[in-house]
């Protein structure tokens, strides 16, 4: 309740951060590729326009103002100090967990998940509400998890080398840390930073 009072601006946005917006949340995003196949040894997918496209805008919309920086260090400052039940956190050099966990859900399913491509800040209330749909999200049957966990690898691969990347952890992790929330009666924040 400390920042209550503190307006929460919002950066100014670019006219391409801007229409990538309307391209992905019109679900036009896709019908097109993100990647392709390498023609290299290694055998990573070769990343099109298409991925370069969605990951400037994963990047400009964790871009935030100074009030949502103060919340977000508040935030980390009462996150359990080493990985548990409680603290889920995904590291990459370079193609971003965030931008990989919503190429890998897809367009549709990511509006399921409660926050701004990966931000949020629940009471527990507000656990308890997005929780049917973040399970919906993150915990697909079968074939779509597959899927989904298939995209989110080729995003680690092909926006970086990264093929050991436990992708099935990107959907399972914040999962278990939403869950716990709800049943202990917390709420929950999450967020994203680039070092």
């Known amino acids: 309740m400390r920042f209550a009072h503190l307006p929460l601006e919002s950066p100014p946005r670019s006219s391409a ?6 391209w992905w949340s019109s679900g036009a995003a896709e019908r097109e590729p993100f990647f392709a196949p390498s ?3 290694a055998g990573a997918p070769a990343p099109t326009p298409a991925a370069y496209r969605f990951a ?6 964790a871009t935030v103002g100074d009030t949502v920086r103060q919340i977000q260090d508040a935030g980390a400052a009462l996150m359990p100090k080493t990985d548990g039940p409680g603290r889920y956190v995904a590291t990459a050099r370079t193609a971003g967990p965030v931008a990989a966990l919503f190429y890998g859900l897809g367009q ?3 509006e399921l998940f409660p926050g701004w491509f990966g931000d949020f800040l629940l009471t527990a209330a507000e656990v ?4 049917p749909g ?8 079968g ?5 989904a966990v298939a995209r989110i690898a080729a995003w680690m691969t092909g926006m970086e080398d990264a093929p050991d990347f436990d992708a099935g952890e990107l959907l399972d992790g914040p999962l278990r840390v939403l869950e716990l929330a709800a049943a202990t009666g917390s709420g ?4 994203s930073r680039w070092f």
């Open 134 to 141: 973040a399970r919906e999200a993150l915990a697909p049957p």
């Open 108 to 110: 549709a399913t990511s």
């Open 56 to 61: 400037d805008l994963v990047t400009e919309a």
């Open 39 to 41: 023609g290299s040894l």
């Open 128 to 131: 308890r509400a997005a929780l």
């Open 188 to 191: 929950v924040t999450a967020f």
């Open 143 to 147: 074939a779509r998890r597959d899927e």
């Open 17 to 22: 951060y801007r229409a990538s917006m309307d």
